[in-house]
């Protein structure tokens, strides 16, 4: 298990934002009037991803309500965030399933069940309702915030508009572990029309990740015109990886070759880990990872190979 500093932010009771406006727990809605896009900001995907808590409350707290068309705030594995332990903060990141990967029509039509999975079901016409997705994340490791979404012009031009983070992790052929929620129904196809996206904000338990979250998600609003722009520093040229491979881990004997953390760049064939008597190597030059596992859980995602493009 990795170190972090410290627990700079602890999660607040939030059982008085459960009643909303949508019939769904936790999920508020709010209508200007006015013809304009439906923005939806999704905050505890991850029970212990708390900088969306923090942005969702911030907007709840002081009342924002869109200038031009609609916004809904939601909190989604409420469960898994009313979990958390401080002397196990990592294992609250969900109860059973990782609510990021069941969005497949396969997993919320069928038959299994969990926590994560009632809870999808229930938030899946919150989503489809909207046209603009804002999915907040966090890491477990204390690295540069960055922004993940489809190679889809369409992400890709609200990224750049955005500006903050300024690096972009872009999956031109989806994930390759699950379905995330950015990629539910047409938000995984080339024709949608609107954007869906993660941030990644930075470590999980630091108060400044919550300030890039903020950041972030008022950058977002005002690009659909939802609130006026904020004051923000000039944005810096973005810095644009591809995902190339989602390694899983298929054995609890996993391991990196060295201590990591994310964004380490190996040459190709450079050996990046080992499990089973298998090896995972660079797979060209400059190979960077990307969220690295802090420990071997086997069917959990080991490490993303990417290239800077």
Not at 26 to 53: D, K, Q
Request: overall charge negative; aromatic content about 8%.
């Amino acid at each position: 298990m990795n170190s972090f500093d410290a627990i700079e932010v602890m999660p607040r009771d939030l059982r008085a934002y459960r009643q909303g406006n949508t019939g769904v727990d936790y999920v508020h809605r709010f209508e200007s009037g006015r013809p304009g896009p439906h923005v939806l900001i999704n905050a505890l995907t991850h029970g212990n991803e708390f900088c969306g808590m923090t942005v969702v409350t911030h907007l709840l707290d002081r009342q924002v309500r869109p200038l031009k068309g609609t916004l809904t705030l939601s909190f989604a594995n409420i469960e898994a965030y009313e979990s958390f332990d401080p002397v196990k903060p990592f294992d609250s990141r969900q109860i059973v399933h990782n609510m990021n990967r069941i969005w497949s029509a396969e997993l919320l039509d069928g038959v299994d069940d969990s926590p994560e999975l009632r809870r999808a079901r229930a938030m899946r016409e919150v989503v489809t309702a909207a046209d603009h997705v804002l999915d907040i994340h966090s890491t477990a490791q204390d690295v540069e915030p960055f922004w993940v979404y489809p190679a889809y012009e369409r992400n890709g031009q609200v990224a750049l508009s955005v500006g903050t983070p300024q690096i972009h992790l872009v999956m031109p052929n989806g994930l390759g572990s699950g379905t995330p929620l950015i990629q539910h129904g047409a938000w995984g196809t080339p024709h949608h029309h609107g954007a869906a996206m993660v941030v990644e904000c930075g470590q999980h338990f630091k108060k400044a990740t919550g300030d890039v979250a903020l950041a972030s998600t008022l950058g977002f609003l005002a690009h659909f015109g939802l609130i006026a722009a904020p004051n923000a520093a000039p944005a810096l040229p973005a810095k644009p990886f591809e995902l190339l491979q989602t390694c899983m881990i298929t054995s609890d004997d996993f391991r990196f070759v060295k201590p990591v953390k994310g964004f380490e760049v190996f040459q190709k064939d450079e050996l990046i880990a080992t499990q089973g008597g298998q090896e995972i190597r660079a797979l060209c030059d400059d190979c960077t990872i990307l969220m690295p596992a802090r420990e071997a859980i086997v069917g959990r995602e080991a490490v993303y190979l990417a290239k800077p493009i």
